[in-house]
């Protein structure tokens, strides 16, 4: 099967899709803590003690 363009793929702004932590690598870890971290700052419970 030919590999596609990534830039070519349907995408939307809040894509849903399913985490498996069996199958993540190092890439998906950070971008799950990523993501919590976001959350957390928009929802005002993020202190950043470090700045």
């Given at each position: 099967m030919?590999?596609?363009?990534p830039k070519s793929l349907p995408t939307s702004?809040?894509?849903?899709?399913e985490f498996?932590?069996?199958?993540a690598d190092q890439?998906?870890?950070e971008a799950q803590r990523r993501a919590k971290?976001?959350?957390s700052r928009s929802e005002g419970k993020?202190?950043?003690?470090?700045r």
């Open positions: 030919p590999r596609r363009d702004r809040a894509e849903d899709v498996s932590q069996e199958l890439d998906d870890m971290e976001a959350d993020y202190h950043d003690y470090n």
